[in-house]
């Protein structure tokens, strides 16, 4: 069973930092595509950012880019956002999500909540 459990989330203040994980199950971490998506209240999801299977290879969504890092250890099958200078308007729930693929479905995590707040 696929299994995409977040954490790290919480309440940080402007310019603070925060990092997130994903530990993943169930299935062959090293062989997928895994991605950041957030969504804040009244707005649709929206994709992060994204890493290929094998780390070398990311991309950002415009509003992150040059404060966000994604990574991923696949020794641990965790996935990383490390979320620097953060904004209110970075202020949503972030989800972990498995990119499908032309065999797999895609598949998220629970979500954690990140406020970003004085």
């Known amino acids: 069973q696929v299994q995409l459990v977040e954490s790290g989330g919480g309440l940080v203040q402007p310019g603070g930092s925060l990092r997130l994980s994903c530990v993943a199950s169930?299935?062959?971490?090293?062989?997928?595509?895994m991605s950041w998506y957030r969504q804040a209240p009244g707005k649709e999801r929206e994709l992060v950012a994204g890493?290929?299977?094998?780390?070398?290879?990311?991309n950002y969504a415009d509003s992150v880019k040059d404060r966000f890092t994604i990574s991923r250890d696949n020794a641990k099958n965790t996935v990383y956002p490390q979320m620097n200078s953060l904004k209110p308007e970075d202020t949503a729930v972030y989800y972990c999500?498995?990119?499908?693929?032309?065999?797999?479905?895609?598949?998220w995590g629970q979500g954690t909540q990140v406020t970003v707040s004085s």
């Open positions: 999500k498995r990119e499908q693929s032309l065999y797999r479905s895609g598949s």
């Open positions: 169930g299935f062959t971490f090293t062989s997928h595509r």
């Open positions: 890493i290929s299977s094998s780390g070398g290879s990311t």
